[in-house]
């Protein structure tokens, strides 16, 4: 079992739609946890972290229920610019573990 | 400029060469990560360097596969005999400590 589990997708949305991804993870040790963000082939870049209170940045709201080991990320009012391949990330000692990431494409 | 940079961007090998891939980290980032991703898979993890100290090499998938940070700053991912199933490409990423990872635009590795 990888220890980092994402749907790969694609996810297919219109313009306005709101989309949520979900991630599990199986190390319960893990640390801190993130979503990045990566268009296609470049490099992946931070969109934020994820806080056990729930977080939210303009449109984007993250989510983490330790319990369930759960890592969620809701994206509102999607925008034909949100389209890219979104990755669930914990961090384990010093190392940050990616999972498959989620790829979402938004339609006009 | 001030991002991490990867060379060469692009490098095609023969099966059995070897291969030398660099990273030039953010200056004063201390630790440096090496990450390979193939088509359609996330980012999987190499190995990782705190100054010149390897901490964590435990992602490196065999013994053809070595990395090195000689004076904790420039990072060089070297891999013998390539393979064919080594064709990748293989991210740098660098930290002030183990915050936000900073990633080069990586090396894409084709082996024929």
């Known amino acids: 079992r990888k220890e980092v589990e994402q749907d790969p997708g694609p996810f297919n949305v219109p313009e306005g739609a709101t989309v949520a991804f979900n991630c599990t993870y199986s190390n319960s040790a893990s640390q801190s946890f993130f979503w990045y963000r990566q268009d296609c082939r470049k490099e992946p870049k931070l969109l934020m972290s994820v806080y056990s209170s729930g977080n939210e940045d303009g449109r984007f709201t993250a989510q983490l229920n330790r319990a369930s080991q759960y890592i969620s990320l809701l994206i509102r009012d999607s925008k034909l610019s949100d389209s890219a391949t979104y990755l669930c990330?914990?961090?384990?000692?010093?190392?940050?573990?990616f999972g498959q990431g989620t790829e979402l494409s938004v339609k006009p | 400029g001030a991002g991490v940079s990867q060379s060469p961007r692009y490098k095609v090998a023969k099966r059995g060469q070897d291969v030398a891939l660099r990273c030039d980290p953010i200056?004063?980032?201390?630790?440096l990560f090496w990450y390979q991703q193939a088509l359609g898979q996330g980012p999987e993890f190499l190995t990782y360097f705190q100054n010149e100290a390897q901490l964590d090499k435990s992602g490196l998938p065999s013994d053809r596969f070595f990395a090195e940070r000689p004076e904790g700053s420039v990072s060089t991912l070297k891999i013998q005999r390539t393979q064919q199933e080594d064709s990748a490409v293989y991210l740098c990423?660098?930290?002030?400590?183990?915050?936000?990872?900073?990633f080069g635009e990586g090396s894409r590795l084709t082996v024929l």
């Open positions: 200056s004063g980032h201390v630790s």
């Open positions: 990330v914990i961090k384990e000692g010093g190392k940050l573990i």
């Open positions: 990423a660098s930290s002030l400590y183990t915050g936000e990872l900073f």
